[in-house]
């Protein structure tokens, strides 16, 4: 693997690829729930639903809400009658439906008869639930790639660094940790007189085992940019 695209990856920027991977996923289930609701709008079957469940939490975040506000996500889960058999769905649906329908309540509904699992309460869900999943798939794609130009940025600095860039003992000043994740806190002093103070990538905890406050570990700076500087483990993967 080339230095910059290791660099890359041990900054983060394998949380820019989740961005974007998910973002693609979830496109591709808008794109094809908005196909779904074109074909359900060609040729549909009327059918009758029993309403399950309804859930109500604030901000689809899954905290029940006994009062409603605009934040709040509206949930029903329901059973369709199909030529095929009952089929269970669940849909996010507008307040005013939450509240048109009880727990219990059969309702009129339609399907998509070549392929049933394509069905909606209402005339537009489908198509409402399908342009919801497109807008989130985008805004996590877009996400996703400008959070990879600013890792591509760091990367390519620090594949810089390693080929031309001047090596110094730098002190360690801290081990900062969160969860499974850690990285260093150091300082060094640069020919011009100034010190420091930098930290790592935020690596597994595994990456700076042995590595103690005091430690003196090894540095690459910009020697014209002293503020630009990479612990050398950041760098090529080895202590």
Known sequence: MRPVYAIFLRAGGW????FVWLGFILLASGISAQIGAAKLADAWETSTATILKKSAY?????????????STKFYIDYVIETKDGPLRNAYAVPRSYYISVNEGDVVPARYFAPSPDINELYEGQ????????????????VLGLLIALGFG????????????????QATVLQVQGLAMFSRIRYGFKAPNGVVY???SFWRLKRAHKGIL???????????????YSFWLGDLTGRK
């Open 58 to 70: 604030e901000g689809g975040g899954g905290i029940r809400r006994d009062s409603f506000v605009e």
């Open 15 to 18: 949380v820019s690829v989740l």
């Open 197 to 199: 103070a930098r930290k």
């Open 126 to 141: 489908a198509a409402k639930a399908g342009m919801g999943n497109t807008a989130v798939g985008v805004a996590f794609s």
């Open 153 to 168: 940025f760091t990367a390519r600095k620090g594949a810089q660094l390693l080929r031309q860039g001047e090596t110094v």
């Open 213 to 227: 406050r005091r430690a003196l570990i090894e540095v690459k700076y910009d020697s014209k940019q002293p503020g």
